[in-house]
């Protein structure tokens, strides 16, 4: 894991562990045939561990580049849940291409942008700060289900 060198040493606290928190997505993956990729727990409302890649890193791009950074990001939520694919190839190029994007946004924030105010799609206005740790967490909950995910795909080929 590369670490984030932010001039604002409280955005590194957030930075890193976002980051961390796709990573660990993404070594759940690792060895997954097609079938894998696309397995869902046999539960209402699971996704997918390429739902769940594809899901963490538009919402990530979206909330990072897009609405902290000032960039313009096209982003179709309910199509990330359908997200399927055949190998973890586009992920990754997608991963590769996204990261450093990410790494750069998070350097340019400042303090004045974890003060400013922005706006989450589901709970409204925010302080960026607010934002950022929002968006810390996210990925983080997703990492767990993405674990949980692939723990539950070993326990059916056991």
Same mark, same amino acid.
């Given at each position: +894991?590369? @670490?984030?060198?932010? !001039?604002?040493?409280? &955005?590194?606290?957030?930075?890193? !562990?976002? @980051?961390?928190? &796709?990573?660990?997505?993404?070594?759940?993956?690792?060895?997954?045939?097609?079938?894998?990729?696309?397995?869902?727990?046999?539960?209402?409302?699971?996704?997918?561990?390429?739902?769940?890649?594809?899901?963490? +890193?538009?919402?990530?791009?979206?909330? &990072?580049?897009?609405?902290?950074?000032?960039?313009?990001?096209?982003?179709?939520?309910?199509?990330?849940?359908?997200?399927?694919?055949?190998?973890?190839?586009?992920?990754?190029?997608?991963?590769?291409?996204?990261? !450093?994007?990410?790494?750069?946004?998070?350097?340019?924030?400042?303090?004045?942008? +974890?003060?400013?105010?922005?706006?989450?799609?589901?709970?409204?206005? +925010?302080?960026?700060?607010?934002?950022? &740790?929002?968006?810390?967490?996210?990925?983080?909950?997703?990492?767990?289900?993405?674990?949980?995910?692939?723990?539950?795909?070993?326990?059916?080929?056991?």
């Amino acid at each position: +894991m590369t @670490i984030t060198t932010a !001039p604002n040493p409280e &955005i590194v606290a957030f930075a890193d !562990p976002l @980051i961390a928190a &796709i990573e660990r997505i993404f070594a759940c993956l690792d060895g997954l045939d097609a079938e894998g990729l696309n397995w869902r727990p046999p539960a209402p409302q699971t996704n997918s561990l390429y739902i769940l890649a594809f899901h963490t +890193m538009g919402s990530a791009e979206a909330a &990072i580049i897009g609405e902290l950074g000032g960039e313009q990001v096209e982003r179709d939520c309910d199509a990330e849940f359908t997200a399927s694919g055949d190998s973890r190839a586009p992920l990754d190029a997608r991963w590769r291409a996204l990261e !450093p994007r990410l790494r750069a946004t998070l350097n340019r924030l400042t303090a004045a942008d +974890m003060e400013k105010t922005v706006h989450h799609r589901r709970f409204g206005a +925010m302080s960026g700060r607010s934002y950022l &740790i929002l968006q810390t967490q996210h990925p983080t909950e997703h990492a767990g289900h993405a674990e949980l995910t692939r723990d539950l795909l070993k326990a059916t080929r056991a």
